[in-house]
């Protein structure tokens, strides 16, 4: 289950409200209104109907400038939903732009990178030397490689350049 929270221009309550119905989403309350004409609203999603909640509030309110989505993990919720309820929020994938997050930050080119990069490549050398395989293999497990191509495959299966560039370049 997840908290999603969408602050916003007064006017996209009906919006949301009209979401948190159609989607049938377990909660949606609304805050009020700041100083500066901006509203909080709450919406309790279950995991299964997240993604869909989250593309429904980009494609309408993605426009909107001063909007932010902002999605928390929650660790309960009472009253506790039915068995078949949660059986089918356990089935649920991430949320794509869950995947993202993480996937993108195993592509960044740091120090940490570069040292296994270059243990793996000594580790690897000296297996080579060695006539070694079982050394060779540790090599592989060393190498922080399995990161990049997962986004690029990622990147790949969403046709998102930036990410497949990001991959590339780690």
Known sequence: MKYVEVIGAAGCADTVA??????????????????????????????DKLQPALDALQTLLGTQPTTR???????IALPAPAR???????SATAAREALYAGVEKNTRLDANYLVLVLLSTAVASIGLIENSVAVVIGAMVI?????????????????????????TLA
Do not use: H, W, Y
């Not at 989505?69 to 660790?75: A, F």
């Not at 191509?149 to 350049?161: E, Q, R, S, V, Y």
């Open 18 to 47: 009209a979401i948190a119905e159609q989607l049938e989403l377990t909660d949606c309350r609304v805050g009020p209104a700041a100083s500066d004409d901006t509203l909080a609203l709450r919406l309790l999603v279950s995991d």
């Open 69 to 75: 989505i902002t999605v928390l993990p929650v660790e």
């Open 84 to 90: 078949e309820e949660r059986e089918q929020e356990d």
């Open 143 to 167: 190498a922080p490689l399995l990161g990049p191509n997962i986004a690029f495959g990622l990147g790949t299966a969403l046709g998102d350049a930036a990410l497949m560039r990001k991959a």
